[in-house]
């Protein structure tokens, strides 16, 4: 996984170290920012940097570092705060379609339907707040390396349908099959994706 460095949240264990893509964090960060009606200046009082670096990362003139990439993931995280983002994590849990709604950036399990959970062989709630990157597929992990460059970072992004073979985790199994992801911006900024699973 060349390029892409590994971001932690505030307390995560080693097993929930994640990797995301620093190229992607210049767009959430303008995304997120627009949203919460927050300045450049004051995004970069919040991350210890200048006004011009913030710039330059949402421009994409320059990736952020690796502390630097930490730094925002903690911020641009996805959280349900809202009872609009409440309910759709609601709606996602009941659903009779293999469904599961995790942070589009930290990989941070938000939701998942009941024929999702039939995949984890370990008690859901413990995935709960916890990355899934530790269980992609080799398939997951190539698109996800992809994204930036098919426009998954831009204002109005499509849902992106997919394939995947079988993961190697015991604890969330991952089974051949076609998928759909679908790009949420939460009422806190952030990001959640949706993933379907459409069949084999």
């Known amino acids: 996984m060349k390029g ?7 307390a995560a264990k080693p ?3 994640i990797v995301v893509s620093r190229l992607g964090l210049g767009p959430s960060l303008r995304a997120w920012r627009l949203a919460r009606r927050i300045k450049q200046g004051h995004a ?5 940097v200048s006004q011009a670096t913030v710039s330059r990362w949402e421009s994409g003139r320059q990736p952020p570092a690796e502390a630097e990439a930490m730094a925002l993931a903690r911020l641009l ?15 996602v849990s009941p659903s009779r379609r293999s469904l599961h709604l995790f942070c589009d950036l930290t990989h941070t399990l938000l939701a998942a339907s009941p ?3 039939r995949d984890m062989a370990t008690d859901p709630e413990t995935l709960m707040g916890h990355s899934l990157w530790r269980h992609a597929s080799a398939e997951s992990v190539a698109l996800e390396e992809r994204l ?5 970072y831009e204002p109005a992004t499509e849902p992106i349908e997919a394939w995947t073979g079988a993961n ?3 604890a969330l199994a991952i089974r051949p099959g076609r998928f759909r992801i679908t790009r949420f911006q939460l009422s806190c900024g952030g990001f959640a994706r949706l993933v379907e699973t459409l069949g084999s």
């Open 168 to 170: 190697r985790s015991a």
């Open 115 to 117: 024929a999702r959970r």
């Open 44 to 48: 970069a009082e919040l991350l210890g």
């Open 4 to 10: 892409r460095p590994p971001v932690a949240g505030k």
């Open 77 to 91: 995280a996805a959280r349900p705060t809202s009872a609009a983002d409440r309910e759709l994590a609601r709606l």
């Open 148 to 152: 930036e460059a098919l426009g998954w």
């Open 15 to 17: 097993q929930d170290r």
